[in-house]
């Protein structure tokens, strides 16, 4: 087996644009449980991503200042990472381990469309499959 991303990412997965309410992202990664996501513009362009430690600053800035919790446009980082859907789990699991920063996922990325997203636990179990397949 050839162990890509394409294999182990997630077909399933919420986006962001950069016009939400930032209390509206912190609600979709509440009820869907996930720690982030990509920001998509209307064309479906990748812009930006958004985690749940932008909304956490954002929430006790507003917080504090009694203010509102602002757009996404504005906390989202254009600086990201994403990955190929033909990259390789081993080149995934680099990037987990060598980016600064802790990322626990990437969007997967086919013609400059986002297609899908990987996790860290996405990468473990490819790495236990592989397992696996060297013990048979």
């Known amino acids: 087996m050839a162990y890509t991303a394409r294999d182990y990412m997630s077909r399933k997965f919420v986006t962001f644009t950069p016009d939400m309410d930032v209390l509206e992202a912190t609600d979709l990664m509440v009820r869907h449980g996930i720690s982030g996501g990509p920001v998509v513009d209307r064309t479906g362009n990748l812009v930006g991503v958004i985690s749940e430690i932008d909304c956490l600053r954002t929430a006790k800035q507003g917080a504090y200042h009694g ?14 990472i994403s990955v190929d859907v033909d990259d390789s789990i081993m080149h995934v699991a680099k990037l987990l381990l060598d980016t600064k920063g802790y990322w626990r996922a990437f969007p997967v990325m ?15 179990k490819a790495f236990e499959e592989m397992s696996r397949e060297d013990a048979d």
């Open 110 to 124: 086919k013609q400059n469309r986002v297609v899908g997203r990987i996790m860290l636990r996405d990468v473990l």
């Open 67 to 80: 203010s509102g919790g602002g757009r996404v446009k504005e906390v989202m980082r254009t600086e990201f």
